[in-house]
């Protein structure tokens, strides 16, 4: 299914759940344009570009949970392969980026946390950092947000993340609106990740 993937050694992955916004922030990022507002679960199918101002490839993968009108064993089975992709290029991909909607994240995680389950986006993020790939938040769909400090400590709270969320700027948490271009936190917080990796690649000449 996940095979199209551009033989690079650099890769940032855009992970969330379906609708958040990816294809929109993958329009920013890229200049190309995507199927964006059509029924959820439109993107299938990972789509690979190059990020124009750095040297590595963005790659956008699908929309995971609830998708109206898509089967149920076709939503687990998206999950299973973006866990899969994940895995197997681990040791390439230099950042991740999981968007959520800023407005609704909170109230989505504590529908689906229970003593038997784990949210997909916060099972995502502990998966990454499983597998030693650092991700920000980018919290997107700022501008249909009012209370902007409480909800980002909020959803801090939720992915273990010590508040206030200000800590964590510029390295974890990222918020955005997408849509009208404002995504200047996410660019910042993927920049510090990517240096990192270099300074890693460089120390191990050392
Ligand atoms: N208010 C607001 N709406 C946004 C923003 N970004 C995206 N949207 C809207 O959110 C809806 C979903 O955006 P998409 O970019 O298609 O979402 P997606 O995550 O790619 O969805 P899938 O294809 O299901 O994975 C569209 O109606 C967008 O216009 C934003 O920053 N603010």
């Given at each position: 299914?996940?095979?199209?993937?551009?033989?690079?050694?650099?890769?940032?992955?855009?992970?969330?759940?379906?609708?958040?916004g990816?294809?929109?922030?993958?329009?920013?990022?890229?200049?190309?344009t995507?199927?964006?507002?059509?029924?959820?679960?439109?993107?299938?199918?990972?789509?690979?570009?190059?990020?124009?101002?750095?040297?590595?490839?963005?790659?956008?993968?699908?929309?995971?949970?609830?998708?109206?009108?898509?089967?149920?064993?076709?939503?687990?089975?998206?999950?299973?392969?973006?866990?899969?992709?994940?895995?197997?290029?681990?040791?390439?991909?230099?950042?991740?980026?999981?968007?959520?909607?800023?407005k609704?994240?909170?109230?989505?995680?504590?529908?689906?946390?229970?003593?038997?389950?784990?949210?997909?986006?916060?099972?995502?993020?502990?998966?990454?950092?499983?597998?030693?790939?650092?991700?920000?938040?980018?919290?997107?769909?700022?501008?249909?947000?009012?209370?902007?400090?409480?909800?980002?400590?909020?959803?801090?709270?939720?992915?273990?993340?010590?508040?206030?969320?200000?800590?964590?700027?510029?390295?974890?948490?990222?918020?955005?609106?997408?849509?009208t271009?404002?995504?200047?936190?996410?660019?910042?917080?993927?920049?510090?990740?990517?240096?990192?990796?270099?300074?890693?690649?460089?120390?191990?000449?050392?």
């Amino acid at each position: 299914m996940f095979d199209s993937r551009p033989d690079r050694d650099a890769e940032v992955v855009l992970i969330g759940r379906s609708n958040v916004g990816k294809s929109t922030l993958m329009r920013e990022i890229t200049g190309h344009t995507f199927d964006t507002g059509q029924k959820p679960g439109v993107t299938r199918q990972p789509n690979h570009y190059d990020w124009t101002s750095e040297d590595f490839v963005i790659s956008d993968l699908p929309g995971f949970g609830f998708m109206a009108g898509v089967p149920d064993d076709v939503q687990d089975d998206i999950k299973t392969h973006i866990v899969q992709y994940l895995e197997e290029h681990a040791d390439k991909i230099l950042c991740g980026v999981i968007v959520l909607d800023g407005k609704a994240a909170v109230d989505i995680i504590d529908r689906h946390s229970g003593p038997d389950e784990i949210p997909h986006t916060v099972e995502m993020f502990g998966f990454c950092r499983e597998l030693g790939i650092p991700v920000v938040l980018a919290v997107n769909k700022m501008d249909k947000v009012d209370d902007r400090d409480e909800r980002l400590n909020e959803i801090c709270e939720r992915f273990g993340l010590f508040p206030p969320w200000k800590q964590w700027e510029g390295e974890t948490i990222a918020p955005i609106t997408a849509k009208t271009g404002n995504i200047d936190a996410l660019n910042q917080a993927v920049r510090h990740h990517l240096h990192d990796a270099k300074r890693d690649d460089l120390f191990k000449f050392f």
